[in-house]
């Protein structure tokens, strides 16, 4: 199975190639195998899949690529491309049109178990490190006379951008509370920013994210719709859904976040920093330590990138960890 992925990927690399799309880099030397020393030569290009504009991912991918160069001192050239997050992040990781991706780790769990939305092919994906947690945030106007999943039946929904992990946990969200989504509600595939605007308008009912905390765009939603938008709880389709994944957790989106009149109770999956499996190990160890090393600079920009921290960094199952990000973790763990 992993040699038909391989080849499958080979040639999507080279149509990306010819085609020039999803904002490819030159990619650096494949893993040789050989000793890590976490070195790597001048001019390496990486270019890292975020997510929606008004996202986290996109906001913290674009300081990640700041900080790689500045780090290096400009011998890693790093840039981050807007996408449509998760699962389209895997798919053009794996044919080679990034080097670097974020996903939330239930879509990266399904990626190498071959299963969901990658059904019948196992990907061939490390990850560098777990990251910040994913905060599943479900907005619905206040007019809209819903106040669980289970009355979005017949309702305008936002269930994120197609190939999303937003996408991924809608949809088994609508399923846990005995919805069909493609039939049960009448489905809006949009990203963020239209998804806002929408809620804005009045021409959605609810909708769905996932992102960190505070999502620039859902900050956007309540400063401007406050008294016409609420969060609801969605914990009670958390046991159908851990049955899917371990990655599903309880949490809270406190109050503090968007000036709530009080914390939700919501389910939180973790996220992770995804790589090809032949990523060079050296490339793979300098990502890894410039990711914890300049994490208090990345959390001076964006919020998130406080939950970044070594003590949950290898948490990334079934998902193996690079060698080289193995090596910069047991690095960064030693003594001093």
């Given amino acids: 199975m992993k040699r038909t992925v391989t080849t499958f990927a080979t040639l999507m690399l080279a149509a990306a190639a010819i085609s020039g799309c999803g904002g490819r880099q030159d990619a650096p030397a494949a893993d040789s195998g050989g000793e890590i020393t976490c070195e790597i030569g001048s001019d390496t290009r990486v270019s890292i899949a975020t997510g ?29 491309a807007e996408t449509g997050a998760s699962v389209q992040n895997i798919q053009q990781l794996v044919a080679g049109s990034y080097q670097v991706a974020f996903s939330l780790a239930d879509t990266a769990a399904d990626a ?50 197609p190939g999303s992990g937003t996408e991924v946990i809608a949809n088994r969200l609508l399923e846990a509370a005995g919805l069909n989504p493609r039939t049960d509600v009448a489905a809006q595939r949009l990203d963020l920013t239209k998804t806002v605007d929408g ?75 995804l790589v090809r499996d032949d990523l060079d190990a050296n490339l793979a160890c300098v990502l890894t330590k410039t990711l914890f090393e300049k994490q208090p600079e990345l ?25 080289g990000a193995e090596l910069a973790l047991d690095e960064l763990n030693a003594p001093k």
Avoid: C
């Fill in 199 to 273: 809620m804005k308008d009045g021409a959605i009912d609810a909708m769905f994210w996932s992102g960190g905390l505070p999502t620039p765009g859902i900050t956007d939603l309540f400063t401007s719709e406050r008294d016409n938008v609420r969060f609801i709880d969605v914990t009670p389709q958390l046991g159908p859904l851990a049955e899917i994944s371990i990655a599903y957790e309880q949490g809270l989106i406190p109050a503090e976040a968007y000036g709530l009149p009080s914390a939700v109770p919501t389910i939180v999956v973790p996220n992770v920093l």
């Fill in 112 to 161: 190498v178990d071959g299963k969901g939305s990658f059904d019948g092919a196992e990907q061939p994906i490390q990850a560098l490190s777990r990251i910040y947690p994913n905060y599943t945030q479900v907005v619905v106007r206040a007019d809209s006379g819903i106040t669980s999943v289970g009355d979005m039946r017949g309702k305008r929904v936002s269930t994120g951008s």
């Fill in 52 to 80: 929606n504009s008004t996202g986290v991912y996109f906001s913290l991918g674009n300081a990640f690529a700041e900080q790689l160069s500045a780090a290096t001192g400009g011998k890693l050239k790093a840039t981050a």
């Fill in 299 to 323: 959390a001076n920009v964006v919020s998130a990138a406080k939950g970044i921290s070594l003590e949950h960094a290898r948490e990334t199952a079934p998902v193996p960890l690079n060698r």
